[in-house]
């Protein structure tokens, strides 16, 4: 596609349900990465992504969350239990190659609000 | 560990003036450092990066960056601001052993008309 594709937009839940958050990268791009943003704040990692497998998942939080990317191209993000601190924009980056000088093109996020 | 700071939060500038985004950077490797822009409701954009070379690079919209590595900095410039420019700037850095990119808190960019 032209550019990093994220759905949903917005997505309100009710504390303790389960979320599913899609991103769909630039395609050709073998490294996608997730970042998790909050108000006032710059980008925070999460996982990162090379062709199918996690290359890093250092960055996530705890085991409530959990990323696939099964055929090297859309990835989903998986939140168990959610709880009200999880609320953040969830942003999705592709890359042609990962890490080193290659800048990543990012989606525009989908902004998740737990109630 | 890697850091990224971004001292200012805010900027105000003059339309038509020069204008300046601060960034200083701790790595332990050879750095990778960027520049995003994120206007409101939009993803982050890429404006402009330092690989190695000339320490003065070049981006979208008329930006450039000063890499300076005595004063581990890679500040943010542009000759003549436009209210278009208006927006949330942040720097981040990776270095050659990473993926990952670490960012600063970001600097909000207000140009004035």
């Known amino acids: 596609g032209a550019g990093v594709s994220q759905t949903p937009s917005n997505k309100v839940t009710e504390k303790g349900k389960y979320v599913e958050l899609r991103c769909d990268p630039i395609s050709g791009h073998t490294a996608l990465y997730w970042y998790r943003q909050s108000l006032g704040q710059g980008p925070e990692f999460l996982i990162y992504?090379?062709?199918?497998?996690?290359?890093?998942d250092s960055g996530l939080p705890n085991d409530r969350f959990f990323a696939v990317r099964p055929e090297g191209s859309v990835s989903t993000l998986k939140i168990q239990r959610t709880e009200r601190g999880d609320s953040a924009v969830y942003l999705c980056?592709?890359?042609?190659?990962?890490?080193?000088?290659?800048?990543?093109?990012f989606g525009q996020g989908t902004r998740l609000t737990v109630v | 560990a890697q850091s990224v700071a971004q001292p200012e939060d805010q900027v105000n500038v003059a339309e038509g003036n020069p204008l300046t985004v601060k960034c200083t950077y701790s790595v332990s490797g050879n750095p990778y450092l960027f520049w995003y822009v994120q206007y409101p409701n939009r993803g982050l954009q890429f404006l402009l990066k330092y690989i190695t070379g000339d320490n003065l690079v070049k981006g979208s919209y008329g930006f450039e960056a000063e890499f300076n590595k005595s004063q581990t900095s890679f500040h943010l410039k542009k000759p003549s601001a436009l209210v278009s420019d208006s927006a949330l700037y942040f720097c981040?850095?990776?270095?050659?052993?990473?993926?990952?990119?670490?960012w600063g808190a970001g600097t909000k960019l207000i140009i004035k008309p």
């Open positions: 992504f090379q062709g199918t497998g996690a290359a890093d």
């Open positions: 980056a592709s890359s042609l190659i990962g890490g080193g000088a290659t800048e990543a093109f």
């Open positions: 981040a850095v990776r270095d050659d052993s990473n993926y990952q990119l670490i």
